[in-house]
């Protein structure tokens, strides 16, 4: 079966610090993989997404990067945090196109303060 | 653009109290509703996939039904240990489109 880990699972970093948060899924090969931001009240929002090794699709502009050096690995980075960047991230994956199984499944997720 | 509205924001019910809760959807061309259970500090727990009004999926209390406008998740004498947020998405059929749009979620507790 399918396992999605994250980490850290709890992070607290001043405004101005970097950024990496890591993502790693076990047991399917080739996975769309997807980074979502939730905020208090608010809906997930998708922030990156990749279908391949070193293939990016960002969503939305702004100061986080994304990066897929290995085939189950997915990394969420900044240089310099914001405030506004507190929240609490998600990875997901998929199947790759073409298997007709759109459902995306999430990790555990990484709470993010930005003091 | 995609929007998805969920219905009540909260929702108490005794245990046993059986209640439906609403996901309103605007979409181009619906790939895919999904529904997700979220606990507190947790990422969102698959529940169901919904392709097609009409279609309708079950697991232990919960039912998901589907028309072309919105999707129910229907309870069935809940238990305390259904306490959760619930979460709908909805996926459009463009291609190359990777992007789920969710609605911001029904909080549900169960009062034993």
């Known amino acids: 079966s399918q396992t999605i880990h994250q980490w850290p699972a709890t992070l607290v970093q001043p405004v101005g610090s970097p950024l990496s948060l890591e993502c790693t899924v076990e047991g399917t090969s080739n996975p769309n993989l997807y980074w979502y931001r939730q905020a208090a009240g608010r809906g997930l929002q998708l922030l990156f997404y990749s279908v391949g090794i070193g293939q990016i699709s960002s969503e939305v502009p702004q100061n986080l990067s994304a990066s897929r050096p290995q085939d189950r690995q997915f990394i969420l980075s900044s240089k310099k945090l914001l405030l506004s960047d507190s929240g609490f991230y998600l990875c997901?994956?998929?199947?790759?196109?073409?298997?007709?199984?759109?459902?995306?499944?999430f990790g555990p997720g990484t709470r993010l303060l930005v003091l | 653009e995609d929007q998805v509205t969920q219905s009540p924001e909260a929702l108490r019910l005794q245990e046993g109290e059986s209640s439906s809760l609403n996901c309103s959807y605007t979409?181009?061309?619906?790939?895919?509703l999904f529904w997700y259970r979220q606990d507190p500090g947790k990422g969102p727990e698959f529940l169901f996939t919904l392709y097609s009004a009409g279609e309708e999926k079950e697991k232990e209390r919960l039912k998901a039904t589907l028309t072309k406008k919105e999707s129910f998740l229907h309870i069935t004498a809940p238990k305390p240990e259904d306490s959760a947020t619930y979460l709908c998405?909805?996926?459009?059929?463009?291609?190359?489109?990777?992007?789920?749009?969710f609605g911001t979620g029904t909080r549900l507790t169960i009062i034993p």
């Open positions: 997901a994956w998929r199947a790759p196109h073409g298997t007709g199984k759109p459902t995306q499944y």
């Open positions: 998405a909805v996926q459009a059929i463009n291609f190359g489109n990777e992007k789920l749009t």
């Open positions: 979409v181009s061309g619906l790939r895919g």
